[in-house]
């Protein structure tokens, strides 16, 4: 019987084997978030208006969508909810596990722009010292940023 499935599949290549592979998985939408650096080592966060009121600071985030690359897709929120510039760097989180998302953070770098806010989706947005984040922060994204903090040079 195996031996047959495996013949069966064989003979399906291309877009059929994918079709079926759709429909036989699960499905998901992928958060992605920026750890928004400028050159002083400062941290973009933005306070978002459709967030939980406790809870309403936050890295630049967004949903990809279909057939973008997930570093293109900081670049474009960053740029939607600020007009900022950024360039993506490294991954530095990647967490599965909820029912229907995964959620996956890169590093950023400010290169320019001039910042103006997306009224609808954003109230707020600043720069911010990593030793002196506002309250009402997002946890998980307060830890991001504890993890990618650069390294500074000493006199620096």
């Known amino acids: ?8 599949w064989r003979s ?5 084997q994918w079709r079926i ?16 650096r400028n050159d002083a080592g400062q941290v973009l966060l933005l306070k978002h208006r459709l967030w939980h009121p406790d809870r309403p600071w936050g890295l630049p985030t967004g ?3 279909k057939g973008e690359e997930f570093a293109s897709t900081v ?10 510039d950024v360039v993506p760097g490294r991954l530095v989180g990647l967490k599965s ?7 996956v953070a890169y590093e950023a770098l400010h290169t320019g722009g001039t910042l103006k806010i997306d009224e609808f989706e954003i109230l707020e947005a600043g720069w911010f010292e990593p030793d002196a984040l506002p309250a009402g922060l997002q946890g998980a994204h307060r830890e991001l940023i504890r993890s990618t903090e650069p ?6």
């Open 1 to 8: 019987m195996k031996r047959l499935v495996a013949r069966l």
């Open 12 to 16: 399906i290549r291309g877009s059929w």
């Open 21 to 36: 592979l759709w429909f036989a998985h699960a499905k998901f939408v992928v958060g992605v978030t920026g750890v928004v």
């Open 63 to 65: 949903f990809a969508v």
């Open 75 to 84: 670049v474009r929120e960053v740029k939607e909810e600020t007009g900022l």
């Open 97 to 103: 596990g909820y029912r229907l998302r995964a959620e």
């Open 151 to 156: 390294v500074r040079q000493p006199g620096a």
